[in-house]
């Protein structure tokens, strides 16, 4: 079992930039998968960006590539999150996940979620 943690959330203006944080306690073992979603008020869950611990490959939704960057901090079990030229449809609810195994980008298939940080992007 794993617990996680997200910190770093705020309020940006359009063009800002936030880097959130996810810290991760507990069973993490070396094929701990860890991503972040985001949800906006009457939106689904959507998938934003993962990394496998181990290895290191990294995955983007095509809303956020070239804007975010997903990155390990291993010594501290925590995964981040620089998001860059924030827009206000990035306003949402950030969760970190995590799940053993393979890499999916299905909200479904990750076992272990955070609490949450809001971000808002004002225009």
């Known amino acids: 079992q794993v617990q996680l943690a997200e910190s770093g959330g705020g309020l940006v203006q359009a063009g800002g930039s936030l880097r959130l944080s996810c810290a991760a306690s507990?069973?993490?073992?070396?094929?701990?998968?860890m991503g972040w979603f985001r949800q906006a008020p009457g939106k689904e869950r959507e998938f934003v960006a993962a990394?496998?611990?181990?290895?290191?490959?990294?995955y983007y939704a095509d809303s956020v590539k070239g804007r975010f960057t997903i990155s390990r901090t291993n010594a501290k079990n925590t995964v981040n999150l620089q998001m860059n030229s924030l827009k206000p449809e990035d306003t949402a609810v950030y969760f970190c996940?995590?799940?053993?195994?393979?890499?999916?980008?299905?909200?479904?298939?990750?076992?272990?979620w955070g609490q949450g940080t809001q971000v808002t992007v004002s225009s």
């Open positions: 990394v496998a611990w181990s290895g290191g490959s990294v």
């Open positions: 996940a995590a799940r053993y195994g393979v890499t999916y980008v299905e909200s479904n298939k990750y076992d272990y």
């Open positions: 507990g069973r993490t073992l070396s094929n701990l998968v």
